[in-house]
Nanobody
Framework: VQLQASGGGLVQAGGSLSLSCAAS????????MGWFRQAPGKEREFVAS????????NYKNSVKDRFTISRDNAKNTVWLRMNSLQPEDTAIYYC?????????????????WGQGTLVTVSS
């Protein structure tokens, strides 16, 4: 499966962005999906994940009330809606496909990764 993330950009603090991740391949609709991010000089971290059917989600605590992950299996796409963005949200955001159908949060549970899209939040 191939994953193509898009939607990143430059936004002021308090603004919003929507990231999307288009997947190719038959495994998307059976697989959990996730978003991770890596800030400059920091390790990659979990942001959000969603189960195969969209019923279950997990979020990093610091984004829980601001970000929303969703998916459309008919479109082979997963989104990450980000509101109230803060400078500490600046990072490269990666979408990933899990080897499980549930909403996972360990990076080792994800088998395929997109190329990343840069989100920059200015203060």
């Amino acid at each position: 499966v191939q994953l193509q993330a898009s939607g990143g950009g430059l936004v002021q603090a308090g603004g919003s962005l929507s990231l999307s991740c288009a997947a190719s391949g038959r495994t998307f609709s059976n697989s959990g999906m996730g978003w991770f991010r890596q800030a400059p000089g920091k390790e990659r971290e979990f942001v959000a994940s969603i189960s195969w059917n969209g019923v279950s989600t997990n979020y990093k605590n610091s984004v829980k009330d601001r970000f929303t992950i969703s998916r459309d299996n008919a479109k082979n796409t997963v989104w990450l809606r980000m509101n109230s963005l803060q400078p500490e949200d600046t990072a490269i955001y990666y979408c990933a496909l899990s080897g499980y159908s549930t909403a996972r949060f360990y990076s080792t549970d994800f088998s395929s990764w997109g190329q990343g899209t840069l989100v920059t939040v200015s203060s």
